[in-house]
């Protein structure tokens, strides 16, 4: 199991961007709970060479896995979310999940942040451009409410993206 390191994080703040999207896509997923080698697999199996080079930079370590801590039982899935989501994946989906995920993480805390958030999803046009705002969004959660809960809605947004996405970020 990979996890980031303090440098990885840093990486993915924003403003702070020294790597490729690709290296910057596995940066995210790399939360402890998947495996090497399914990070390996990423990109048609060029995510290899990829998770070694940010081995060798620093910004992931390996993990060995742990037993699990004992977790409560989360609130079953409502109705249309995410969790139950059985559509198609698509852009379309992932840009309503990234709209609700800023009205219920920072509408409250922080209004003109969440209108920030909504203004740049109505104005990115392509898969890049709402992934950055993504990527963003998902930083801020990781800042606000932690690693384990940025990891958590970042595995939810990559049921609804369209494959095409995963594999361009």
Sequence with gaps: MLIKTD??????LPGQRTLGQRERAIL???????????????????GRAMVQALLAGGYLIEQTPA??????VPPPPTAGSVDTFSGPRSLASARMFLFDLSDRMFAARDRALADRFRNALREARDASSMMLVGREMLTEVERLAGVERAASISERLAKVLPESALQAA
Aim: proline share 10%; glycine share 10%.
């Design 28 to 46: 995210l997923v790399a939360d402890g709970r998947k495996s090497t080698d399914s990070l390996n697999a990423l990109f048609h199996g060029e």
């Design 67 to 72: 037993a699990p801590p004992a977790r409560p």
């Design 7 to 12: 440098k990885g994080r840093t990486e993915l």
